[in-house]
């Protein structure tokens, strides 16, 4: 199973931006769907943004359509999240989650389909 680290979280002001790192182990990264999920004090956790193996294919919750960009450097091992014109809303733990072959639809927003989580990263966004 692969493993996964985070990083790039921060402290950031409204309007700004950072990038989310997710390294992987493994030489079989390319082979699975990547997703991140994020946990605000006090919620449950939330999907974020997916994508497929091969980068083809990607889904956003609509809280951050237009905003954040998923994608993957599969030579790499690492997947990414580009997040833009951050909201203090936009503050939570975030994590990335990995399963092997394709996830579309419902299964690739849904927490439970992925078998492989990260310790996740602190994203705080101040006003």
């Known amino acids: 199973q692969v493993q996964l680290v985070e990083s790039g979280g921060g402290l950031v002001q409204a309007g700004g931006s950072l990038r989310l790192s997710c390294a992987a182990s493994?030489?079989?990264?390319?082979?699975?769907?990547m997703g991140w999920f994020r946990q605000a004090p006090g919620k449950e956790r939330e999907f974020v943004a997916a994508?497929?193996?091969?980068?083809?294919?990607?889904r956003y919750a609509d809280s951050v359509k237009g905003r954040f960009t998923i994608s993957r450097d599969n030579a790499k091992n690492t997947l990414y999240l580009q997040m833009n014109s951050l909201k203090p809303e936009d503050t939570a733990v975030y994590s990335c989650?990995?399963?092997?072959?394709?996830?579309?639809?419902?299964?690739?927003?849904?927490?439970?389909?992925?078998?492989?989580w990260g310790q996740g990263t602190q994203v705080t966004v101040s006003s």
């Open positions: 994508l497929t193996p091969n980068g083809g294919s990607t």
């Open positions: 493994g030489r079989t990264f390319s082979s699975y769907s």
């Open positions: 989650a990995a399963q092997p072959g394709h996830l579309y639809g419902y299964f690739a927003a849904s927490a439970g389909s992925y078998g492989a």
